[in-house]
């Protein structure tokens, strides 16, 4: 890229972070210290400041980058990707928004405690949260690395680990500093600038095909090599069963996950009432409806302007089909206008990365001080205590997704969320359904879930395609994957919850009735919740 885009991009990166940074510095002096301020930001947001939020945190670097990227590679496969992510929204709404609310306090492990055994269920709980944690922190590093590389004018490995480290300093610094109140604004900041970008790009692209959607379809599927496939299911999971099952697999992994995703449920936990969250989720369905809709349209504009082969050239997974698009529309390489747009593009797409990320560390560092900390401490220990080791949980966290994100630089971004959403659904959304909707669920039952859908999950994706045995692999030059599918979640899935099921039948520990009958109450009433 030219020294202007490089300049001006880099100048709107400073202005964000410079922003962000205020931002975490003015509510960080603000601060008490609690470990509800610093982990629910003490419950004082809107639905509609929270539903922005929960827009931010969802719309990540996989939505704007992987999932356009997808579609202007593979068509009308990509699209699974929009169309998952959006409809997995409806189970989060009618399932569990408005009962983990009134169930729980800060983590997807004080709802399943309420009625169980402490100590096992947290610990449990809290290693699932952090595992899945971590694998999307690790899709957000590949898309950071990705789009600086490109925006500084090529893709040195140098560059892009520099760029991770990068992203991964900031992240700590803005959880540690300011807790959940500086990353909701972060958040919020963000989903405004995004949605700002998305459209605007959208309407460049509809105003090149004078709208009519037809021309856009067929000059993508002209340009993409591919004919009229490039717009019929099949051209990345058709052929053999193996890809169709695979096709299944991630389908299901992106409906079910969304509700197990720890650092979405946290979100909740941010509005004073159940009544909040459940509006919230009604604000966050119309920005995310929205949003996905646009990157179907971008997807197959970059397919259509640029070409398969460019946007593959760029970048093998397609992480940069949009930045190349906003460079077309603007008048292209060395144009002025395709240099704003450019620059506007990356810098919405960086501070997509930074708030996600902050987001996820936040859960995550929550988990670790909330859940296992406390557990090992043998429960109750002193709130300023427990948020000093959040913050030093976010160190560490943010370490493990930097050296994974500098691992697993060349994968799609929106394949890794994939990952992400696959163990979410197999570990977290089994016990969270058993311990709101089942009356006999025991102690042993919930951590039987847990590890029973954890651990084969992630022992398929060690054992798939993904890391061995393919030129897209982390490991390509070995091969000693033996799963033949890259997303586990149809096998994982159903595991997680026979396991449950398998535990509380043969649990020997009588199923407490009154902490069920308690329980039930406060989640459909409210009564007594937090």
């Not at 900390?373 to 966290?397: D, F, W």
């Not at 025991?442 to 054992?463: D, N």
Request: glycine fraction near 12%; proline fraction near 3%.
């Amino acid at each position: 890229m030219s020294g202007d885009h490089q300049t001006l991009a880099l100048l709107l990166f400073s202005a964000f972070i410079a922003v962000t940074l205020a931002i975490t510095t003015w509510v960080g002096r603000n601060r008490h210290g609690s470990a509800e301020e610093f982990y629910a930001g003490g419950r004082l947001f809107s639905p509609m400041e929270n539903g922005f939020a929960i827009a931010g945190d969802y719309m990540s670097a996989a939505s704007f980058l992987g999932i356009s990227g997808v579609i202007a590679l593979y068509g009308y496969d990509g699209m699974l990707y929009s169309v998952g992510f959006l409809v997995a929204w409806l189970v989060v709404l009618l399932l569990v928004a408005e009962l983990v609310r009134n169930c729980g306090r800060f983590t997807l492990a004080d709802v399943v405690a309420a009625r169980m055994t402490e100590r096992p269920v947290r610990i449990a709980a809290g290693t699932s949260s952090v595992t899945v944690s971590v694998l999307y922190l690790v899709a957000q590093m590949v898309g950071a690395g990705s789009l600086v590389a490109l925006l500084l004018g090529g893709t040195s490995e140098a560059t892009r680990s520099w760029t991770v480290v990068g992203v991964g300093a900031l992240m700590v610094i803005y959880v540690t500093l300011g807790g959940m109140r500086a990353t909701t604004w972060i958040q919020i900041v963000k989903a405004v600038l995004l949605m700002a970008g998305a459209t605007a790009l959208t309407v460049l692209v509809l105003v090149r095909f004078q709208g009519d959607i037809n021309e856009l379809l067929n000059s993508a599927a002209e340009h993409s090599g591919h004919g009229k496939d490039f717009l019929s299911p099949g051209l990345r999971y058709g052929g053999d069963w193996t890809a169709r099952l695979d096709f299944i697999s991630l389908g299901l992994a992106l409906v079910l996950g969304t509700a197990g995703l720890p650092h979405i449920l946290s979100r909740f936990y941010t509005v004073p009432t159940a009544r909040a969250a459940r509006r919230s989720v009604v604000w966050s369905i119309g920005l995310i409806g929205s949003f996905y809709l646009m990157t179907i349209v971008l997807g197959f504009g970059a397919a259509a302007i640029l070409g398969t082969d460019e946007v593959r050239a760029s970048n093998a997974a397609g992480n940069t089909a949009v930045p190349l698009l906003a460079l077309d529309l603007g008048g292209g390489a060395g144009s002025t206008g395709g240099t704003v747009l450019f620059a506007v593009v990356a810098a919405v797409a960086f501070a997509t990365i930074l708030a996600v990320v902050a987001g996820i560390t936040l859960a995550s560092s929550a988990s670790v001080a909330h859940d296992l900390y406390a557990s090992l401490r043998r429960r109750h220990a002193k709130p300023y205590r427990e948020v000093t080791v959040a913050r030093v949980a976010a160190v560490g966290i943010g370490a493990a997704a930097i050296g994974l994100g500098l691992l697993a630089r060349d994968l799609n971004v929106a394949f890794l969320v994939g990952l992400a959403f696959a163990v979410a659904a197999s570990a977290n959304l089994p016990v969270l359904l058993y311990s709101l909707f089942w009356r006999n669920f025991t102690t042993r039952g919930a951590v039987w879930s847990v590890y029973g859908g954890l651990i084969p999950a992630v022992l398929l994706v060690v054992f798939s395609p993904v890391v061995s045995g393919s030129p897209e692999a982390l490991f390509p030059g070995v091969d000693f994957h033996v799963f033949p599918l890259q997303n586990p979640g149809v096998v994982s899935i159903p595991l997680g919850f026979l396991a449950g099921w398998i535990g509380t039948v043969t649990s020997s520990e009588p199923p407490d009735e009154a902490k069920h009958a308690e329980t039930e109450v406060r989640a459909l009433t409210g009564a007594g919740a937090v």
